[in-house]
């Protein structure tokens, strides 16, 4: 039986997926965590500081989901506030003051739709951080490894290359969302998974995703292992190429047209 869009929606959402924690404690070593925005708080849902990867300096982010309920609910459920944007675009400024390529770990539904966050601008944080992210002049990977949803995932996936797990999505919106509007009708959200092409394979096809990631030994040494080489080897190419912005921006503006 061919799994459907929905079904991969299913398996991104599912509380047995590592998180963001995960990847940084089986890939990263030294990781050292830095705290706030420097102007109202600091927002659990994301965590980020410096580490090292195979012995050089990195700075990592990574949107946090947790695993238990209690987990879940003191980390927002995964869907950061204006401060956890904040947060990270201050890690980013930090990191291309000191050269240090920046690794992003997305999973989340969205940025937090509360009252508060946007009286604190969420908003303008997210459009802060792609303005900022399109011109750092450091290596920016970005792994989507759950759900990739609307501008609370694509402030942190501005970057040089993005991969996904083969299981993970990338959105504009979620499919219960999109079926809300486009029928009235939340139950239709597996006919709108499939029209929103927001697989991990349609991300390819489409360029926005240049790798996709095998699940076959998620979670296992050997998954982690395999993906720290990949790191490796990719922030080595990227450090070799002359402009690092341009690339950046010409990826972006090559959206789209495959499809014209």
Not at 36 to 63: F, N, Q
Not at 72 to 81: C, I, K, Q, T, V
Not at 225 to 239: H, I, N, S, V
């Amino acid at each position: 039986m061919n799994r459907t869009a929905y079904d991969s929606v299913k398996i991104a959402r599912g509380n047995d997926r590592p998180t963001g924690l995960d990847y940084i404690k089986e890939i990263f070593t030294d990781f050292f965590e830095l705290h706030g925005d420097r102007r109202y708080a600091d927002d659990p849902a994301v965590v980020g500081g410096i580490a090292r990867l195979s012995g050089k300096p990195v700075t990592v982010i990574a949107i946090e989901k947790g695993h238990t309920v209690k987990e879940r609910a003191a980390r927002y459920f995964g869907a950061p506030g204006p401060e956890g944007y904040r947060k990270a675009l201050r890690l980013m400024k930090q990191a291309e003051k000191f050269h240090r390529p920046v690794i992003c770990f997305v999973d989340t539904s969205g940025a937090y739709c509360g009252v508060g966050a946007e009286e604190r601008g969420q908003g303008q944080a997210i459009a802060e951080n792609l303005m900022t992210m399109m011109g750092l002049s450091v290596p920016v990977i970005s792994v989507l490894i759950g759900e990739g949803g609307s501008g609370g995932a694509l402030a942190l996936a501005v970057a040089n290359r993005v991969w996904m797990l083969e299981n993970a999505i990338y959105s504009v919106i979620s499919p219960e969302g999109c079926a809300s509007i486009l029928w009235k009708d939340a139950k239709k959200a597996g006919e709108a998974a499939a029209c929103l092409k927001l697989t991990a394979q349609d991300a390819k096809q489409y360029g926005f995703a240049e790798e996709i990631i095998s699940e076959e030994k998620l979670g296992q040494a050997v998954f982690y292992t395999g993906l720290r080489r990949q790191l490796e080897k990719e922030l080595g190419e990227l450090l070799e190429l002359p402009d690092l912005r341009e690339q950046r921006y010409e990826r972006f503006r090559a959206f789209g047209r495959s499809s014209l």
